[in-house]
């Protein structure tokens, strides 16, 4: 199923560790309706200026969520969230993508994972927060602080 011109839902429900684990990772409508909103208002604009996308996560069932110890509260699981990684594909960092998110697009969530390992980014129609954070490791824990420049 094409979602927008770039993007279709196999792209955002690919998972090895749903097939590993035996899981159903298929969203309903509503989530289906979430993906396409995140990608014509966020992840259209990126492939426009950078090319194509690699998505390292998409839609999370909630069994996959809990099987791969995502947070009970992902955005993933409502098809708002994907996680970016571009570091060296076609000379584009993550560092850039994450800038060029932060300074020109409407986005609910915007994660630098661990020093740009990859991109969090979410997208919730009409309660977009355009909350800016850095992933940390604390303790062998994540832990997450306002990004600052």
Not at 6 to 15: D, K, P
Not at 40 to 57: A, N, Q, T, W
Not at 77 to 89: N, P, T
Not at 109 to 121: A, D, G, P, R, T
Request: charged letters at 25%; proline letters at 3%; one cysteine or more.
């Amino acid at each position: 199923m094409r979602l927008t011109a770039h993007f279709t839902l196999a792209e955002f429900t690919r998972s090895e560790s749903a097939k590993r684990h035996g899981v159903s990772n298929q969203p309903t409508p509503e989530h289906i309706q979430n993906i396409k909103i995140l990608c014509e208002r966020v992840l259209e604009p990126i492939r426009m200026k950078f090319g194509p996308l690699i998505l390292s996560s998409g839609y999370r069932s909630k069994v996959l969520n809990h099987y791969i110890g995502g947070s009970l509260k992902s955005q993933h699981c409502e098809g708002k969230a994907a996680d970016l990684d571009m570091d060296g594909v076609d000379g584009v960092t993550n560092k850039e993508i994450f800038e060029y998110i932060k300074n020109e697009l409407e986005f609910d969530q915007l994660i630098n994972e661990f020093n740009y390992s990859w991109i969090h980014v979410s997208y919730n129609l009409g309660k977009n927060r355009k909350q800016v954070l850095d992933a940390l490791k604390v303790n062998n824990k994540t832990v997450y602080a306002i990004h600052r420049d």
